[in-house]
């Protein structure tokens, strides 16, 4: 059975960081893609960041890039976000998300087949 456990959400003042957890089981974090979203009240989920599941090569969403970083840590079986100089706008449930490993890069949620259960991130101005 596969688990997605986040961990690493709270409340911070903008321009603060946080390290959002990821912890994997019953799946290898090497053998899937994996990813985080977020989603804000009233809004679609939408893709923040992912890492490929040969050679760990990374790709960020645009309101995010420079800011915020993924990585995994292969002995842990985890997989971190790092937000740095967090904005009232990264407000949201952030979920990290599993994709069996494919050719093709998506980052639309609809492509990933193992979700976790989020966490709170809340920022405040």
């Known amino acids: 059975q596969v688990q997605l456990v986040e961990s690493g959400g709270g409340s911070v003042q903008a321009g603060g960081s946080l390290r959002l957890s990821c912890a994997a089981s019953?799946?290898?974090?090497?053998?899937?893609?994996m990813a985080w979203f977020r989603q804000a009240p009233g809004k679609e989920r939408e893709f923040v960041a992912r890492?490929?599941?040969?050679?760990?090569?990374?790709y960020h969403a645009d309101a995010v890039k420079g800011r915020f970083a993924i990585s995994r840590d292969n002995a842990k079986n985890t997989v971190y976000l790092q937000m740095n100089s967090l904005k009232p706008e990264d407000t949201a449930v952030y979920y990290c998300?599993?994709?069996?490993?494919?050719?093709?890069?998506?980052?639309?949620?609809?492509?990933?087949?193992?979700w976790g259960q989020g966490t709170q991130v809340t920022v405040s101005s």
């Open positions: 998300a599993a994709r069996r490993p494919t050719i093709i890069i998506s980052t639309a949620a609809g492509d990933y087949d193992y």
């Open positions: 019953g799946l290898s974090t090497t053998n899937y893609h």
């Open positions: 890492i490929y599941w040969i050679g760990g090569s990374t």
